[in-house]
């Protein structure tokens, strides 16, 4: 069965860093663009950043420059560094591919708050 396993949120003042990662059972990384997304509670989730499997990285405006994409095809894993966090980042955030979706993980619930 395919799942998404995401990790590596938690609470973190703001202007902090946090390291999220994404695994999947399977092949289900390589040859998809895949993304991160935030789920805020009663909305629905909107994708940061996403990237192709060449490596091309396209971002939202509001984390542009504070967020980097990354993956390792290999390890079936993939990243996203996050930097200079705002308290409008708390968010839960999942990845999945962004085209043939597959069952969406439980996600990491990332807190900014002093």
């Known amino acids: 069965q395919v799942q998404l396993v995401e990790a590596g949120g938690g609470l973190v003042q703001p202007g902090g860093s946090l390291r999220l990662s994404c695994t999947g059972s399977?092949?289900?990384?390589?040859?998809?663009?895949m993304g991160w997304y935030r789920q805020d509670t009663g909305k629905q989730r909107e994708r940061e950043a996403a990237?192709?499997?060449?490596?091309?990285?396209n971002y939202q405006d509001s984390v542009k420059g504070r967020f980097t994409i990354s993956r390792d095809n290999a390890k079936n894993t993939l990243y996203l560094q996050m930097n200079s966090l705002k308290p409008e980042d708390t968010a839960v955030y999942c990845c999945n591919r962004l085209y043939r979706k597959i069952p969406w993980g439980l996600g990491t619930q990332v807190t900014v708050s002093s």
């Open positions: 399977g092949n289900i990384f390589r040859g998809y663009t």
């Open positions: 990237i192709t499997s060449g490596g091309t990285t």
